[in-house]
């Protein structure tokens, strides 16, 4: 079982900065990709960034420029920049990969719980 916890959320002002942290622990035996998305209030979730194995980046939308996303082995980052109350959301990280052992390996999928992001004076 794989779990993926996030964190560094809060209230920041308008043009301000963030970033977000991702940890994934557990019986990983490899990371394939991890990212991040994001809900707002009476929005459906949406894609931000995701980052795989060799360290390619993409992102979604519009948020290239303002968004940076980064890996270091089973944790993950996004920093956030110049940023807008439209980026007022709940933002989920996901890792997807394989867990278990070498000679018992399965696939999985697992999100974190979400972590709220507020930008407002």
């Known amino acids: 079982q794989v779990q993926v916890v996030e964190s560094g959320g809060g209230l920041v002002q308008p043009g301000g900065s963030l970033k977000l942290s991702c940890a994934a622990s557990?019986?990983?035996?490899?990371?394939?990709?991890m990212g991040w998305y994001r809900q707002a209030p009476g929005e459906q979730r949406e894609f931000v960034a995701r980052i795989l194995s060799d360290g390619t980046t993409e992102y979604g939308g519009l948020m290239e420029g303002r968004f940076t996303i980064s890996r270091d082995n089973a944790n993950t980052y996004l920093q956030i920049n110049k940023m807008k109350p439209e980026d007022t959301a709940v933002y989920y990280c996901n890792a997807q990969g394989m867990s278990g052992t070498f000679s018992s390996k399965r696939n999985f999928d697992s999100w974190g719980q979400g972590i709220q992001v507020t930008v407002s004076s």
């Open positions: 557990g019986s990983i035996f490899s990371i394939n990709t």
